[in-house]
Each structure stands twice: as structure tokens, then as C-alpha cells.
């Protein structure tokens, strides 16, 4: 038996051992394969070199082909896909997104990549949501509009971030939110909410005129509407009217006009400005606010001696009448209808001036005009009343007559009543001058032929506005006149042409009477 080191940990061991004493590396094996390559010298040592090399080479060997089969089992491209389809499957979308980078352009790994960085972002927003980090979570969501209902998650987190907001008392970055989201759950009611606290805030530091625009926008949220009110009533009693109406139109439109504190305000405003109609609209409407019942029955007179001096009498008598009991109203309105007499007297209407004074004490007067001296000029030339009107033909003919030497030819027309119209009207002035004014026309004949079809034929305007002094006849033109009776009225037309040959003269005449009377001025 001899003492050998042992190539493992180099210390004395027995070479009849199977193995070492101390490390239990096997020893017959190596020393044999040692014994047979080595014949003499150092055959221990030689022998266990030889199998300590042999080791190494298979523990190489074995490693590089573990090393090839883990290759080809976990690191190809199709390893890392396979991996990332199974990490997908099980929503692990962060160790997804690991091997489908790793897996490259393998099969459809980009387009999955993308799909699970949009499903991992979801996913997060959810679990920040649920955590209350409303401003992560949204960031999240936005990272994937797309997908599932991530748009709806996304006002979900801005409506619960606008709670915060409102509940933590700010009111105007609250607001800001539920007003974006418009529709969506309680968003308009937590706007009004917000908007009537800003109002509250405003109103506590007395920036009224602020307060009452945002209890305007809360749209009648609690008592925003009665906020208001007294707001704008604390403005109207420190005759703010302005500002006051400023104040009422935070209202709704309903609501505002219904506001007689609004009217009241409207009707000072519009008396300054000497817009008296729509005052006296105004002050009517507000009731019995303040003064407004004594300011609506002074405007409306005064604007009734306003409309009366601008020679306005039919609407000032209008405005007399509203307030008849209201100082000397009732003689106003009188004068008015006095007065109007006047103008349809100087305008040719003489039945409508008679009906209106009739009406009237003869005692009424007013500037020098005196309703007595009125009906006296009419009176005294009640003839005219008779004749001033609209008349329609009753009668009468035009014709065109051939004159020779032998004998006559002619052709004509016969009126019939309503065929041709006249009007006349009798201006008269407070002296009593007379102008009458013909409005109408005629028609004529303007040639001769011996065939019915080819005489020519014409009309003569009978506008006329001159002076008379009584009735008669009145020169239209050279041709042309009408008589005027209590009756009727008569128009004529006479033309004589004579023809190149001396034997022949054409004689155009027509002759029209008025007699019906179908409308009295």
C-alpha cells in the first residue's frame, strides 16, 4: 500500500482507497488510468492530473449543451413570444410587454406590444381610480381613449376630482369641471351648486353686483332667486336704477319680466331718458311698487301735453283719456278733438271735422282756436258737406264725330254707374278760404276712323287743387272742367281738330256725371 495526494484537495490518502478520505473525490479510477499511460517515475501524480482533466472537459462539454438547450428553450424569438402570449393571457401585462420587446419583429409581437401597453395603462387608471389619485388615473386613461370605456372612466375621474373640489370649498375650479362634462351624472346640478356658493362668497363680501350674476347661473338653486331679488331691491330703494336692472336681468327671462321691482327701475330709467310711452308702460306693469301707481298716472299726462304741443292729438287724446279724472285731463282730451277738427278741416274732410266738434262744448278752446269758431265756418258752409266725397258715374257719354259738308259720323260709348270715379274735397281754413281738390280722371276719344276697331283712345287726368269762393265750374284745363253742385258733379271735355282736307272736322268730346255719393269726407 503506498501514501498518494489526493487531486482534489492535495491531501495523503491511501491508494487502495475507492475514494478520498477527506472530500470523497474517487481515486481507482484515475489512479488505474494513470498506472497504464505512465509506467514508471511519478505515476501517482501523473494519473490523477489525466483524470482531473478528462473531468473537466466532460463538466465543459456538459455545460455548453445545457447552455445550447436553454438557448433554444427560453431566448429565440419564439420563446419570448410564447412567453409574452402566456403573460398576456394572465393580464400580466408588464412582464408582456418584456418579451414581446424581446421578441422583436416576431410574428404580430409589435401590434400585441401596443395592446398591452394600452391594456397595462387601463388597468392602472382602474387601480388609481379605485384609490382616489384622480388626476393618475385620468393621465392613465388618456393613454388609452380607445379602449373598453376608458373615455367614461375618464369623466368619471373628473367628476369625483370636481366632488373633491367642491366639498374642499373650491368652488370655481369645480365648477370649471362639472360645467366640461355638461350631461353626466349630477354635473349641472354640481355647477349650480358651485355657482351659488361663489354668489354666497361674493355677496359676504359685498361684491353684490358679482353675487347676483353667480346666483343667476346657479339657475334658481336654493333661494338664488330670492338672492337676487333683494339684492337688486336694495339697489332700486338707493335709486340705482341701473345698476338694479343689471342686478334683475341675472334672473331668467320669465322672471324678470315678472319682477316689478325691474319695471319700476325700467320706468325711471326710461323717464330720464324722456322716453315717456315706455315708461308709462313700465310703471303700469310694476303695480304698487313704491311710487309707481302716482308716477304712471303724472307720466301719462305729462306725455299727453307732450304729444298735444307736437300737434299729436289723436295719441295724446288717447293718453287724456287714460287719466281722464287727472287734473284738467278731460279738457285736454276735448281739446284734442278740437283740434284734430281743425286738421280735417284744412285737409278736406269736412264730415269728419262736423262729427268731432258736434261732440264738443263750443266753450272748449285752446292757443286762439275756439270749437265754437270752428262749427261756425263749417256751418256756414255746410254746402260743401254735401259734395265733399268719393262719387261713381251715373251717366254720360264720349264720343268722336266726323263734321263734313254733307252730313255727320261718329262713334261712342254710353257710362254706366260705377264706370269711372271722381273725388273732391273742400279745404277750409279758419278764415273760411276754400280750396277744393279734384282727384280722378276721364276717358276720350283721340282719333276718327270709319272702322269702329281703329279709333284711338286716351284719358284726361282731373287732378286739380285751386280756390273757390262758391260752387260752379272749375277750369281743370283748356279742355277740360267740372261743375259742382249740392247734388252732383259734371266733367266735360271738348276737343275740335280739323282735318288736312277742308271738307272735314273731328270733334273729340266727353261728358261723365257723378251722381251717387259713395263715401262722405
Not at 44 to 62: D, E, H, P, Q, Y
Not at 91 to 104: L, Q, S, T, V
Not at 353 to 379: H, M, Q, R, T, V
Request: proline share 1%.
Amino acid at each position: 500500500m503506498a501514501i498518494i495526494k489526493c487531486p482534489e484537495c492535495g491531501k495523503d490518502v491511501s491508494d487502495k482507497a475507492p475514494k478520498c478520505i477527506h472530500c470523497g473525490y474517487p481515486l481507482n479510477n484515475s489512479i488505474d488510468s494513470i498506472n497504464q499511460e505512465q509506467p514508471s517515475g511519478e505515476l501517482s501524480s501523473i494519473r490523477i492530473v489525466s483524470k482531473k482533466n478528462v473531468l473537466f472537459i466532460m463538466g465543459t462539454i456538459l455545460i455548453i449543451a445545457l447552455g445550447i438547450a436553454y438557448y433554444f428553450t427560453n431566448c429565440t424569438p419564439k420563446a419570448y413570444y410564447n412567453k409574452a402570449e402566456k403573460a398576456f393571457a394572465e393580464e400580466n401585462y408588464e412582464k408582456a410587454k418584456r418579451y414581446y420587446e424581446k421578441a422583436g419583429n416576431y410574428e404580430d409581437s409589435a401590434d400585441k406590444l401596443k395592446d398591452a401597453i394600452i391594456r397595462e395603462s387601463y388597468l392602472n387608471g382602474i387601480s388609481l381610480l379605485e384609490k382616489g389619485e384622480w388626476d393618475s388615473a385620468k393621465a392613465e386613461f388618456n393613454k388609452c381613449l380607445n379602449y373598453k370605456d376608458a373615455s367614461k372612466q375618464i369623466k368619471k375621474c373628473d367628476y369625483n376630482y370636481g366632488i373633491s373640489l367642491l366639498e374642499s370649498g373650491q368652488y370655481a375650479d369645480a365648477k370649471k369641471i362639472f360645467d366640461g362634462l355638461k350631461n353626466y351624472e349630477k354635473s349641472i346640478e354640481k355647477s349650480n351648486e358651485c355657482s351659488y356658493n361663489i354668489g354666497l362668497d361674493y355677496q359676504n363680501k359685498g361684491k353684490f353686483l358679482n353675487a347676483a350674476k353667480s346666483f343667476g347661473d346657479s339657475n334658481g338653486f336654493k333661494d338664488s332667486k330670492d338672492r337676487i331679488n333683494k339684492i337688486g331691491e336694495d339697489y332700486v330703494n338707493n335709486k340705482d336704477y341701473v345698476t338694479a336692472i343689471t342686478i334683475f336681468k341675472c334672473l331668467d327671462k320669465k322672471d324678470f319680466e315678472a319682477n316689478n321691482y325691474a319695471k319700476y327701475a325700467e320706468g325711471q330709467i326710461k323717464l330720464a331718458e324722456k322716453n315717456y310711452s315706455e315708461a308709462i308702460s313700465s310703471f303700469r306693469d310694476a303695480g304698487n311698487v313704491l311710487d309707481a301707481h302716482d308716477l304712471y298716472i303724472s307720466t301719462t299726462y305729462d306725455y299727453g301735453n307732450f304729444l298735444l304741443n307736437n300737434k299729436k292729438y289723436a295719441g295724446a287724446k288717447s293718453y287724456f283719456d287714460t287719466v281722464i279724472n287727472y287734473e284738467n285731463s278731460k279738457d285736454l282730451s276735448f281739446v284734442c278733438d278740437m283740434m284734430s277738427a281743425k286738421d280735417l278741416m284744412e285737409s278736406g274732410n269736412l264730415n269728419a271735422a262736423k262729427a268731432k266738434l258736434d261732440k264738443i262744448s263750443p266753450s272748449i278752446s285752446y292757443n286762439g282756436i275756439s270749437a265754437g269758431e270752428l262749427s261756425k265756418i263749417l256751418n256756414d258752409n255746410s254746402q260743401w258737406l254735401s259734395i265733399c266725397g268719393k262719387w261713381v258715374s251715373t251717366g254720360g257719354q264720349m264720343r268722336t264725330t266726323q263734321v263734313g259738308s254733307y252730313s255727320d259720323y261718329w262713334w261712342y260709348r254710353d257710362f254706366e254707374e260705377g264706370d269711372v270715379t271722381i273725388e273732391l274735397r273742400c279745404k277750409l281754413d279758419q278764415k273760411g278760404n276754400k280750396k277744393v281738390v279734384v282727384i280722378g280722371y276721364i276717358p276720350i276719344y283721340t282719333s276718327y276712323s270709319s272702322l269702329g276697331s281703329l279709333v284711338k283712345q286716351d284719358t284726361v287726368n282731373l287732378k286739380k287743387e285751386d280756390s273757390v269762393g262758391s260752387m260752379g265750374t272749375i277750369k281743370i284745363d283748356d279742355l277740360t272742367s267740372i261743375t259742382l253742385s249740392g247734388s252732383k258733379i259734371t266733367a266735360n271735355y271738348k276737343k275740335t281738330d280739323k282735318s288736312q282736307d277742308v271738307y272735314f272736322t273731328y270733334v273729340y268730346k266727353t261728358n261723365v256725371v257723378y251722381g251717387k255719393r259713395t263715401e262722405s269726407y
